[in-house]
């Protein structure tokens, strides 16, 4: 009885193994150069206007959320209307710069927004694979090679102002 229940376990942990190593291979070989669509942006969670700001690049198209405030997730709603070419472009860049890595990450790095700062919103959709990530604004609170993507998401995100 008890080398059925020990080949039990044993059968119950090989598969658990299996399962979770085929997810981490679909993440770590996601090609960034091509994905199905890549969102970016900036949300702050208490404010009274529009202070959630994020894009989805999709194709050749670049396209703003619809939404006014709150916290971004997969589900969210963009315009049907795509933004210039050089807005395309400036995308294009940044998703080109993905840092790998963060592929590895959690999908809360930091503590966004916990001391009403804000935080950066980032989505990648590849086949039947969506991952989001919600990133601390506060550099000491994350990776350094995140800072610097960040500090890229925010120049992108300044130009999209423009």
Known sequence: MKKLILFST????VTAIACTSKEEDQLSTLNIGNVDHFAFGTYYGRCFSNCTY???????GLYPDLIDRGYPDTTLAYDTKSLTTDAVNSAKTLLKDFPADLLKEKEQVGCPD?????????????????????????????PAYLS???????????????
């Open 10 to 13: 044993l059968c119950l942990l």
């Open 54 to 60: 994020v894009y989805k690049l999709e194709g050749d």
């Open 114 to 142: 916990c001391a009403d700062q804000g935080g950066f919103y980032v989505e990648i959709k590849q086949g039947k694979t969506t991952r989001s990530w919600r990133i601390d604004t506060d550099d000491n609170q994350i």
């Open 148 to 162: 610097a993507y960040t500090a890229k998401i925010r120049k992108t995100m300044d130009g999209l102002a423009k």
